[in-house]
């Protein structure tokens, strides 16, 4: 009796034809590069513009204005973050574990200098610019800071209305940032804050961290449900689908106690939980060979058998 290996094994005999691997490859591309074009317009992913310093500046002045007090105080997220940045706090912790503490700050910002001082710098400012920036730059810190506290805390108190601020001792502070209010309404400062570090410049950390500062970055997420509560670390803007794997991080964040917010523990870490949760979870499938029981699961769960059912049949197994 004819096995099915030897009757597969046996030489071709029906008919037989000429076949044009070219012409099958090219029409593959050219049919697949069609679709992939007419479903990507019907189909495809919003393409916001995106984000700059100069659309905040024009979009939201008032809140462009008091965020580049808060970076001239040091109170704004990025000053107070701690590691990898500053030394500010002391991050995120697991308990008594702070990672970031750990690794220390690698990409130190400092907020005044990077943020305002030094993008005004690279400008041809008016007499007056110039000199409030030599008056800042030849003051103490503890002066710079005093008087950007006491102007932050006079603008809060007026709103975030500069003309409705009381007269006080804010020394160049508002003199300061009402010129990169303008520098950025310009254009110019997206290309100072760029330009910083190497030539070939790759790295929008410190833009992000500056956008991020103000409400206009948080305003633009919440529209387009980017937020933590509408499970936006797995959506493209405007809610689209997009890493879908990433749910299961992002499923974390919308239970208790993980979405309790920043005045509970963990509400407050949910980052370095997340990632911890996740991590165990992955190692534990990584070492699902050596684990007892998990291992045997295929053998108590036949389901293999029953996808591979022909192949088992065959094989008389």
């Not at 189909?43 to 001239?72: N, V």
């Not at 499970?231 to 974390?252: D, I, K, V």
Request: proline content about 7%.
């Amino acid at each position: 009796m004819t096995t099915l290996h030897e009757l597969e094994a046996r030489p071709w005999e029906g008919r037989k034809r000429n076949y044009d691997f070219i012409k099958e490859g090219v029409v593959a591309v050219l049919l697949i590069g069609f679709l992939a074009v007419a479903l990507s317009i019907f189909f495809g992913s919003p393409d916001d513009q995106q984000i700059t310093f100069k659309k905040w500046a024009i979009a939201a002045p008032a809140d462009f204005y008091s965020t580049t007090i808060t970076e001239l105080d040091g109170s704004s997220g990025t000053g107070g973050y701690g590691p990898p940045y500053n030394h500010a706090s002391s991050g995120v912790n697991l308990g008594p574990i702070f990672p970031a503490k750990i690794f220390g700050v690698s990409h130190p910002i400092d907020t005044v200098n990077d943020f305002v001082i030094s993008p005004l710098l690279t400008q041809n400012n008016s007499p007056e610019v110039e000199q409030a920036l030599a008056t800042w730059s030849s003051a103490p810190q503890a002066s710079q800071t005093a008087w950007a506290s006491s102007y932050d805390a006079a603008l809060t108190k007026a709103n975030g209305v500069a003309a409705k601020v009381s007269v006080g001792n804010y020394g160049p502070v508002p003199v300061l940032a009402k010129a990169l209010l303008g520098m950025a309404q310009s254009g110019a400062l997206d290309g100072a804050l760029l330009s910083q570090g190497n030539y070939f410049q790759m790295n929008s950390t410190k833009q992000t961290l500056f956008l991020g500062d103000g409400n206009y970055l948080q305003a633009q997420s919440t529209a387009a449900n980017l937020q933590g509560n509408t499970w936006g670390m797995m959506n493209e803007t405007g809610r689209y689908p997009g890493q879908a794997w990433l749910w299961l991080y992002s499923f974390w964040y919308q239970i208790p106690p993980f979405n309790n917010g920043d005045n509970h523990p963990f509400g407050a870490n949910a980052d370095a939980y997340v990632m911890a949760i996740m991590g165990l979870f992955s190692v534990t499938l990584i070492c699902i060979p050596f684990i007892p029981g998990l291992r045997s699961l295929p053998r108590l769960v036949p389901i293999h058998r029953l996808i591979w059912r022909q192949y088992y049949r065959e094989e008389n197994l």
